[in-house]
């Protein structure tokens, strides 16, 4: 029997998981089509390249400019061509697509991937700044459209997988593990004065810039505790860390018997990527296989709190709930930037976001318009304090 095809969109198409997932749609070319993608068009020329490559039918960039440069490249027929912010919600919502890959950075992804939520589309989610934004009214909105959200993040990746065929009323606690990142070993005191290339440099995973900031900081663990706290409607005591680093070990569940379900694997974004695309079925890849007795030692620690504040932090805004995760991320967003463009140091980042976190506005949302509003406001108060630091204009 022919199984008819699956259709993608993908949002972030140009990304570290975006490619991924378009390497393995090329791997199969039976099984997946490409319905839709979206990017920031900061690269136009590889978006006319993916786009030759796997003519999707529609294509969202956040930039005008890149997408009038994208046609000036493609001859037609040329895939529907969309552009700015709402050129995103649309591709999300009313291009037909059976699966969505939500794979833009940061709370850009968030109004997109909601429009795919309410346009009834099974969301495959990597995303999770967007359920740190909103994770209550995310879920709501899917468990009234029926929509799965099938998470990519190989933690949640791992728990998914680990939570399967058990009740979730014996579910006693979940264990995201956390590599440690650049800076596991490295003194508190030498954080200060380390360098965008230091932090840049993850010992396990290859990613985007931003999230390989987030995993030095250790503000990527604390964002994938709120992530599991949504994905997996869990209290947030529920969800704990320990530090992994050999990255082999992708999460575990522990049972109120006592029992520990882990998932294993070598790090490769792909597996996660592959089982949300495919679920509930699998497929054999040529992917590098797990080879226990040749990595010979996993390991685990508590994590240093002391050391890595943005962990605390992150925990904290959960617990505080309403606007707090909002302010958290946004917060992170414009300080990782920052001290991406060598404006702030290291350490400023936890400054900046404990800063946010004491001054913003606190309280329930109750839409999604709230929400962009509290994320629009952080930004610029963050945006300001950093000015102020650097000596520059005070509002
Ligand atoms: P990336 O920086 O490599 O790619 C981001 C993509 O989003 C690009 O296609 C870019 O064009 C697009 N983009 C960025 N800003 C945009 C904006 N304002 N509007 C529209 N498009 C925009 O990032 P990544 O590493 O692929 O991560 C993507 C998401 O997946 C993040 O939320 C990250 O936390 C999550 N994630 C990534 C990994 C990984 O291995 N890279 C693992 C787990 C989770
Ligand atoms: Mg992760």
Redesign the pocket.
């Known amino acids: 029997m022919v199984l008819p095809m699956k259709q993608i969109t993908l949002?972030?198409?140009?990304?570290?998981?975006?490619l991924?997932t378009l390497d393995l749609v090329s791997s199969f070319p039976e099984e997946f089509v490409v319905a839709g993608l979206?990017?920031?068009?900061?690269?136009v020329d590889r978006v006319a390249d993916l786009c030759r490559k796997y003519s999707p039918r529609a294509v969202a960039l956040?930039d005008v400019e890149a997408r009038d440069r994208l046609a000036r490249l493609l001859p037609a027929p040329r895939p529907e061509l969309l552009a700015g912010?709402e050129g995103?919600v649309t591709l999300a919502r009313d291009v037909k697509a059976d699966i969505v890959v939500s794979?833009?950075?940061?709370g850009?992804?968030l109004l997109p991937t909601m429009a795919a939520i309410q346009a009834g589309r099974t969301v495959a989610l990597?995303?999770?700044?967007t359920l740190v934004m909103a994770g209550r009214l995310m879920t709501a909105a899917a468990r009234a459209r029926g929509v799965k959200l099938l998470p990519?993040?190989?933690e949640h990746s791992a728990v998914f997988q680990c939570l399967a065929g058990h009740s979730r009323a014996d579910v006693h606690r979940v264990l995201l593990t956390a590599s440690g990142g650049p800076f596991r070993e490295t003194p508190k005191a030498r954080l200060a004065t380390v360098t965008v290339e230091d932090a840049l440099q993850h010992p396990t995973?290859?990613?985007?810039?931003?999230?390989t900031i987030?995993s030095a900081t250790l503000m990527?663990k604390g964002?994938e505790i709120i992530e599991a706290r949504w994905l997996f409607d869990l209290a947030p005591d529920q969800v704990q860390v320990v530090v992994h680093p050999q990255s082999i070990v992708h999460s575990m569940v522990e049972y109120i018997d006592g029992a520990v379900i882990a998932q294993l694997g070598v790090a490769d974004?792909g597996v996660p990527i592959l089982y949300a695309l495919t679920y509930p079925e699998r497929r054999p890849t040529p992917a590098a296989r797990l080879d226990l007795a040749r990595i010979g030692q996993l390991t685990f620690s508590e994590p240093d709190v002391d050391k890595f504040p943005c962990l605390r932090l992150a925990r904290a805004a959960l617990e505080a709930g309403g606007a707090a995760p909002v302010i958290l991320n946004a917060a992170n967003e414009v300080a990782v930037a920052a001290f991406l463009d060598r404006r702030i140091g290291f350490t400023e980042i936890a400054e900046l976001i404990q800063e946010a976190l004491d001054h913003g506005r606190a309280g329930e949302f109750a839409s999604i318009e709230a929400c962009v509003a509290v994320d629009a406001e952080t930004r610029q108060a963050v945006q300001r304090s950093i000015d102020v630091r650097r000596g520059g204009p005070r509002a």
């Open positions: 949002l972030g198409a140009t990304g570290s998981i975006g991924r979206a990017a920031r068009g900061s690269n956040l912010p995103l794979a833009l950075v940061g850009a992804g990597a995303n999770k700044e990519v993040d190989s995973w290859k990613m985007g810039a931003k999230i987030d990527n964002l974004m």
